[in-house]
């Protein structure tokens, strides 16, 4: 596949807003998997205990639980969003 791992925004799958996200690993016996969790890790300065695949292990949409302080604007830098307001 090749390339580089990286966020190219939000995209709408069923009415949900999702992060479209994007790694160089084959889909192949859980290694673009690991290869999200990695990426994902390491963009949002968390632990990969912190970043835990719920749903859709073998599917091209993925549902993951994110534990960890002060993620919304990380998330939101991620996908390339401005800063919420506040007030």
Known sequence: ???RAGCDGI????????????VP???VEGAANAALIAFLAKALALPRSAVILVGGDHSRVKRLHLAGPGLDPRLRAL?????ASHG
């Open 1 to 3: 596949r090749g390339g």
């Open 11 to 22: 995209a709408d799958q069923d009415g949900q807003p999702v992060l479209k996200l994007r």
């Open 25 to 27: 690993a084959p889909p």
């Open 79 to 83: 996908a390339g969003l401005p800063e």
